[in-house]
């Protein structure tokens, strides 16, 4: 013996409610990837920043040992006595300011 089944058909009521819900779940979605998205995409400039940072630290340490190495007095001494031509001047040749 067959039933005889008869489905409902839904009420334009509830058919409403769970297209809202079903676009509130979806938007939700969708805002949560592009958060996530900006979030892996901060993380990587954030990354290339500190790589960026580091390099000119590197060089800001190299920058300042050039500048001990040209001000050193040996080589000043050298460069006024081999291109300038110049000579440490004897005693009788210093004269004091008193």
């Keep these: 013996m067959k039933k005889n089944i008869k489905y409902k058909k839904p009420e334009p009521k509830f058919t ?10 979806i938007s939700e979605l969708f805002i949560y990837t592009w958060c996530r998205i ?6 990587y ?8 940072n580091l390099k000119l630290i590197t060089l800001q340490k190299n920058l300042k040992i050039e500048i001990a ?3 050193s007095p040996q080589r000043i001494s050298r460069i006024a006595t081999r291109q ?13 300011i008193p």
């Design 45 to 52: 400039e954030i990354s290339e920043e500190m790589d960026k």
């Design 38 to 43: 900006q979030c892996v995409k901060t993380g």
């Design 84 to 96: 300038l031509g110049l000579i440490m001047p004897k005693p009788e040749q210093v004269i004091t």
């Design 69 to 71: 190495r040209l001000k």
């Design 16 to 25: 409403g409610l769970w297209a809202i819900i079903m676009i509130l779940i």
